[in-house]
């Protein structure tokens, strides 16, 4: 309702939806509250969409990103620090998932149909007609994270799924690029336009409070959220305790877990080595996926294998002080040391190297789920699996866990790749977490605190599902049916 609106909203003070920023000569600003009713009569209009029409919204979002790359990559590469290289591969990536979408949604292999024709025999008594399809939940809020801001960001993973699923978006901009957000919002605006697809469908807020006021509107049927663990429970906590609750897809912090194995340490050292650098330092360790920590069976001889390793500058002010106020913390726990650290140059952050023993986590579980977001991660030294097991018995959820073995029957890496498989949402052998393919198949989520809705992914085509509700259809006549649940 409108009257839970906070007085900044009912104000007017969000930009608008066009992506003219707050310039004094631009357009009034629409009221969070016109935004809301305006994407709820977008999402109306939407839900009759056909997967070809909303296949030609998605590809047609895709041709104009691809179209303002030049445009685009140098407001990102001001706002994020980010490498124009980096750059131009996210975007690359995004159009890519975008483009994912609309082709699956053509060839049907996102339709979630079954069918059970009416049985007089089923042995729990005659079978009525009974048919079960998906519809769109309605208008979407998607918080958009710093870290990718495109593939996480305007026209990233989240808006793309909800628009696949045929639900109008109200994306609450990320004040780390808000330039990129407001142009990227304009472009997508008009291309969905020029494309056939309702007004309004895509629309862009901004500002702390309203993102939090729009969460708890009634308009608003899903959320879609990645960034911080602390963030994402506040929010969701907004959704749980609506009158309505609402599904909350949070994809959170992660430490993700790698185990190195004796096998693997003795034969492939110095790969192990030189991809746990580069999975380190990725895009400066501001990866959700970053290796975090890592149990190795030596680590005097791992920190010796290691070659030397630098970061770029990090994304923000906040970020920095945030990385720096978490690895302190971190390294001040009992039983941790640093081990290493590489100052950076100017502007650019210090890699660092911490270290502690399987004992020391089995007495504080916390040292291996707390996240520092940043090129830092902490060496764990072991002795036996048994005590990896023991050290990880506390443990919580992760994105991913991987295990760094010897052969395909490395009975060690087998044994923990089991045991990593009870706590993250995607495993992984002889590889390194950072990379987050998008396919069918992928998986990117899992137990809290990664994610605040473990059965869900927020990568990949199976993303989707988050958006759409299931409904059965008892005994109704074909032409009562959706298109996809008739007989012909
Ligand atoms: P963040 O600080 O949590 O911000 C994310 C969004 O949530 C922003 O729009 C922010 O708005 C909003 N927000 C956060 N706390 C809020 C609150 N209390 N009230 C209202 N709005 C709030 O996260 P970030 O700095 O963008 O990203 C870094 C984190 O994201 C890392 O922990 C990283 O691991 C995680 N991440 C996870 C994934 C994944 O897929 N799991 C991917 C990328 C990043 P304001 O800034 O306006 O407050």
């Known amino acids: 309702t409108p009257g839970a609106l906070s007085p900044e909203a009912r104000a007017g003070t969000v930009p608008p939806p066009s992506g003219h920023g707050s310039s004094p000569d631009g357009p009034a600003r629409p009221s969070l509250d016109t935004v809301l009713d305006r994407t709820r009569t977008a999402a109306d209009a939407a839900r009759s969409a056909g997967p070809a029409d909303r296949a030609r919204w998605l590809t047609a979002l895709a041709d104009a990103l691809d179209a303002a790359r030049a445009t685009l990559v140098p407001v990102a590469q ?122 309004d469908l895509l629309q862009l807020i901004e500002g702390e409070q309203t993102g939090v006021d729009a969460v708890r509107d009634p308009r608003i049927k899903a959320v879609g959220f990645t960034g911080s663990t602390p963030g994402g429970r506040y929010l969701f906590d907004q959704a749980a305790a609506r009158r309505d609750p609402i599904p909350f897809y949070g994809e959170l912090g992660s430490t993700n877990p790698v185990v190195v194995t004796p096998a693997g340490w003795a034969e492939r050292s110095e790969e192990i080595a030189s991809g746990f650098a580069a999975s380190l330092t990725l895009g400066s360790g501001q990866f959700c996926t970053q290796p975090g920590v890592v149990f190795v069976p030596d680590a005097d001889a791992f920190l010796a294998a290691l070659p030397a390793m630098s970061a770029g500058p990090m994304l923000n ?127 990117h989520g899992g137990p809290w605190p990664a994610s605040t809705a473990p059965t869900t992914t927020s990568v990949g085509t199976a993303a989707i599902r988050r958006f759409r509700r299931p409904v059965a259809f008892q005994n109704v006549p074909g032409a009562a049916l959706p298109p996809e649940l008739r007989e012909a």
């Open 317 to 443: 002010e906040r970020i920095d002080e945030g990385y720096a106020r978490s690895l302190r913390d971190l390294a001040s726990r009992d039983g941790v040391e640093v081990a290493r650290r590489t100052p950076g140059g100017t502007g650019e952050p210090d890699v660092v190297l911490l270290r502690t023993t399987a004992q020391a986590v089995r007495s504080d579980p916390s040292l291996i789920t707390t996240e520092v977001f940043g090129p830092a991660s902490l060496l764990i030294g072991y002795r036996s699996s048994d005590e990896v097991e023991a050290a990880l018995t506390a443990f919580e959820g992760t994105l991913t866990g991987t295990v760094q073995a010897g052969g395909p029957d490395d009975a060690d890496g087998l044994r923990m790749l089991a045991l990593l498989a009870r706590y993250a949402g995607r495993v992984i052998w002889n590889e390194w977490p950072t990379g987050v393919t998008v396919s069918d198949a992928q998986q």
């Open 78 to 199: 001001r706002e994020s620090h980010l490498p124009e290289a980096r750059l131009t591969g996210e975007l690359r990536r995004t159009t890519f998932q975008l483009r994912l979408f609309a082709e699956r949604l053509v060839s049907g292999a996102l339709d979630d149909i079954h069918i059970d024709h009416a049985d007089p025999d089923w042995p729990m008594g005659p079978r009525p007609d009974i048919r079960r399809t998906t519809i769109p939940l309605g208008p979407v809020l998607v918080f958009a994270a710093s870290n990718f801001p495109f593939a996480f960001s305007v026209a990233g993973g989240d808006t793309a799924s909800a628009l696949a699923a045929g639900c109008s978006v109200v994306v609450k901009a990320h004040p780390g690029h808000p330039e990129l957000s407001r142009i990227t919002a304009t472009t997508a605006r008009a291309a969905l336009d020029e494309a056939g697809a309702p007004t």
